[in-house]
């Protein structure tokens, strides 16, 4: 397990090694992530500014909400930025690469990418948690601790939606849909969805657990929350790895040549 | 032996050529109709969202009508809005890669304008996902709202036309930030940046008439609100003062835009170097 986690740290490194030899590059998208989440936040001051509260939300609670939202996102696709790209692999049969090597497939597919975009996410997030005014140790602690459990669910949820390529074959679109549709659902405040809607949000696309759940753990400082998120992460990360380990035995060969630099 | 149309060079020839190009994408699109659905379950998310967000605003103002609009006209409007934002032509990802691979160069030597083959090539696929926004957009709308109460079927055609030239003011766009791959290594950020203004002083996320005055008045101002907002606010909307004071607006915007997107066009080519292969 150690080998492994230093295996991974290794290819972290190695990732941001890589997004450093184009700096200019990286910098330009890490800014324009940034400014693209920033016009959201816009959208809000905007909008609260004209018509107040929406279904118990204020701007403060959106400043949150931004905050745990990007980092988590940030955190998933900045490390393990192959999360929503496992459709793609599968179908191109791009991973017989990793199918080569003596290292489990999965977190080496994971994590043997770094999307330069996230960096402006991780980066927004810090700024947005200033605009919260929550200075204090505990708030700083549960916001980290939540953002972190939101980007395990993150990774999670990309790489049963990925999966299903196994199963369905070409699922880049079906990926590419329902991973926009939890991060769209989740950039909204949860009393906007009642019933069936609310349910979903809860369990197929779980938007609830990056947004929702995690704002009211570090409003309430509810620590039993924290547990449930933190359990809701775990089944998320088991699921995924049964989902991926039971597809890979569908796994067909593309007979692809590809070269990974 | 080659041989040449009675009519080639006119401009009667140069429409059918850029014909051909549209055509062959619209054929194209309906080999992957089903790629059209992509959008259409887009929208539906979208609007989804969008109704819940405005019916509890409009609840809770207690009021009918905020800024001229009705909370059925407030949510057609994001139907036509979301209809320009995911029906409209994305030519930077492939003028891009273009540019940074060289096979622009291939495109140098053939009988056609490169942008207007881009534009042509676009325009074939917008059809397919017209028909997909309208038809998942409209029906979450009417469930959220019913069927829009201000709709008038006569200048629909008008309305259209509008459209139109908005999605040729945001090509020029698009085309020119595609090419700023002559002078920088990748150009989404530009692309994320221009989608997310018009996000907000387009009226994509918001119409411009829910904004505070001030940013109100900068929005009419730029171009941006002419792609999203004034068609759709013509949609829900109509207004023949309204409507021609838009037309002149795109015209004069597309001129400006469509004359730097030449010159830009002319600069960058002169910095391609072709090594064969």
């Known amino acids: 397990m150690l080998r492994e986690i230093k295996f991974v740290l290794q290819l972290i490194k190695l990732n941001i090694a890589s997004a450093m030899e184009y700096r200019a590059s990286f910098l330009m998208q890490a800014v324009g992530m940034f400014i693209n989440n920033g016009i959201y936040f816009v959208f809000w001051i905007l909008f609260f500014d004209k018509f107040g509260e929406l279904r118990g939300y204020s701007i403060d609670q959106i400043f949150l909400l931004f905050a745990i939202i990007t980092l988590g996102f940030g955190m998933a696709l900045t490390f393990a930025g192959n999360a929503n790209r496992i459709a793609e692999f599968v179908a191109q049969g791009r991973l017989d690469y990793y199918l080569t090597l003596p290292r489990p497939v999965l977190p080496h597919l994971l994590f043997s990418w770094m999307n330069p975009f996230t960096f402006g996410d991780l980066s927004f997030g810090v700024i947005s948690y200033f605009f919260t005014g929550r200075f204090d140790p505990v708030s700083i602690v549960l916001t980290f601790v939540s953002a972190v459990l939101a980007a395990v669910i993150f990774v999670s949820v990309f790489g049963i939606f990925g999966s299903l390529a196994f199963y369905i074959g070409n699922a880049k679109e079906i990926t590419f849909f329902l991973g926009n549709a939890m991060i769209s659902f989740s950039l909204y405040p949860i009393g906007l969805f009642q019933g069936a809607v609310r349910l979903i949000l809860y369990t197929l696309i779980p938007a609830a657990f990056v947004g929702a759940v995690p704002v009211e753990i570090v409003e309430t400082g509810n620590l039993k929350l924290l547990g449930y998120l933190a359990i809701a992460a775990a089944i998320g990360a088991t699921l995924m790895t049964v989902v991926f380990q039971t597809g890979l035995r569908r796994y067909e060969s593309g007979s692809a040549i590809n070269v990974n630099m | ?277």
């Open chain 2, 1 to 277: 032996m080659t041989t040449f149309a009675a009519d080639a060079g006119t401009w009667r020839a140069k429409a059918r050529k850029y014909r051909a190009i549209a055509r062959a994408n619209v054929q194209n699109s309906l080999a992957y109709a089903w790629d059209a659905l992509t959008p259409g379950i887009f929208v539906t998310i979208f609007i989804f969202i969008f109704a819940q967000i405005w019916k509890v605003t409009f609840a809770s103002q207690n009021t009918n009508v905020i800024n001229g609009l009705t909370l059925n006209m407030t949510i057609w409007y994001f139907v036509w809005a979301e209809l320009v934002q995911l029906s409209k032509i994305d030519p930077v990802t492939t003028i891009q890669n273009e540019v940074k691979d060289g096979s622009l160069a291939y495109t140098l030597g053939r009988p056609y304008n490169y942008v207007l083959y881009h534009f042509f090539h676009g325009l074939g696929g917008v059809g397919i996902r017209l028909v997909s926004v309208l038809a998942f957009g409209s029906f979450v709308a009417g469930t959220q709202a019913g069927l829009l109460a201000s709709f008038r079927l006569e200048v629909m055609p008008l309305v259209l036309f509008v459209t139109v030239l908005a999605f040729v003011l945001d090509y020029c766009i698009m085309a020119m930030i595609g090419l700023l791959a002559f002078f920088f290594e990748d150009v989404m950020a530009f692309r994320f940046i221009y989608s997310k203004i018009t996000f907000v002083l387009g009226g994509l996320l918001i119409p411009v008439d829910f904004l505070p005055d001030t940013v109100q008045s900068i929005a009419r101002v730029l171009p941006f609100n002419l792609v999203v907002y004034a068609p759709s606010k013509l949609f829900v909307a109509w207004d023949w003062e309204q409507f021609g004071f838009v037309v002149i607006m795109q015209f004069f915007w597309i001129g400006v835009m469509a004359g730097l997107l030449t010159l830009f066009y002319r600069y960058g080519v002169k910095r391609v170097t072709i090594n064969g292969g």
